[in-house]
């Protein structure tokens, strides 16, 4: 991979050097600051970087501000960055994953586990480059914006990167979230997620361009109904959005749900013939994360996003039953 390392201490900088001459198959490009690691990927732009190591604490922009720049690059929205850092204080953890982190390695750091990261990194680099060159539907549409000529078609299941929405991450970097905090950090947090109802029909219905715009509304939606509480999301494919909350916060799921579809049956979401869609979301159970560590916190992601898929199946069943006898009794 071609690397960019950014850290104003060199002496961590020239042990990078060492390490990934050690290791081999890496290109590394170092920067002492924020600004400077900006200029070099401007000057880099015909050869982009494919992952980026980031220290936190450096004078001028620190390594959250300049992850949230980084991800601003069109080049760079979903290149793969690894905070690399002494910091190891939630507050610091959650600003990181929240500007747009993948990833976080705290110092002093082992050389296996580094090694460990960049290896599950770079399975991310070739889903991550081609979603550079795409156009999302997130964007507001209008009578004379061209519609793409060319879609990489997307799988239903697949876990696809919304840009631009509030505290909406990669579902990879929600992983890590959770298991880089510690027992005592997630001890008042709470894993949950919504179900888009009738996912598989607007999938088939909605080109690939259609498909992410539905998505990526439906999450600015959920964003903006939760806002004022702290909390981190991500698309977990099939339709399913992640929750996992913080300092304390157990959502009434009925409310919620129903604040939700209030919500999203009051936005105007339409396809590019010009057909209003109307999307509905249901919940699954709630999941606290008390005592919970290790591979239990990733079993909980995976029951949260199973109980919501749950729900959403009793759901077309209950409104099939309550046609049947209707039409029957």
Not at 197 to 206: G, N, P, Q, T, V
Request: hydrophobic fraction near 45%.
């Amino acid at each position: 991979m071609k690397i960019l390392a950014v850290d104003d201490d060199p002496i961590i900088l020239e042990l990078l050097t060492q390490f990934m001459d050690a290791v081999g198959g890496h290109e590394l490009v170092t920067a002492e600051s924020g600004a400077e690691a900006l200029e070099v990927i401007e000057q880099h732009a015909m050869a982009p970087f494919e992952c980026f190591l980031l220290d936190i604490q450096m004078p001028g922009m620190d390594g959250v501000e300049l992850v949230r720049a980084i991800r601003a690059l069109k080049a760079h929205a979903h290149t793969p960055a690894i905070m690399l850092t002494a910091m190891s204080e939630k507050r610091y953890i959650d600003s990181a994953f929240a500007a747009g982190a993948t990833d976080y390695v705290t110092k002093p750091f082992e050389v296996t586990e580094l090694k460990t990261r960049l290896g599950l990194v770079q399975r991310l680099v070739p889903a991550a480059q081609p979603s550079t060159k795409k156009i999302f539907a997130a964007t507001p549409q209008t009578e004379a914006a061209p519609l793409p000529t060319q879609e990489q078609e997307i799988a239903l299941f697949e876990p696809i990167s919304i840009p631009d929405v509030d505290n909406v991450i990669r579902h990879t970097a929600l992983e890590n979230y959770v298991t880089q905090l510690s027992r005592n950090s997630l001890f008042g947090s709470t894993i949950f997620a919504f179900s888009v109802r009738r996912i598989e029909s607007f999938y088939d219905a909605l080109s690939g361009f259609e498909f992410r715009g539905l998505l990526a509304d439906t999450a600015e939606v959920i964003s903006n109904t939760m806002q004022g509480h702290q909390f981190l999301m991500s698309y977990a494919g099939n339709g399913i959005f992640v929750v996992v909350t913080e300092s304390g916060w157990r959502p009434d799921m009925e409310k919620l749900k129903d604040a939700v579809n209030l919500a999203l049956a009051q936005t105007e979401i339409y396809d590019n013939s010009g057909e209003r869609l109307q999307p509905r979301v249901v919940t699954g159970k709630p999941i606290r994360l008390v005592w919970k560590v290790g591979s239990s916190i990733l079993q909980s992601l995976a029951d949260a996003h199973s109980s919501a898929e749950e729900a959403a199946v009793r759901k077309e069943q209950d409104l099939g039953n309550i046609w049947m006898v209707r039409e029957y009794g």
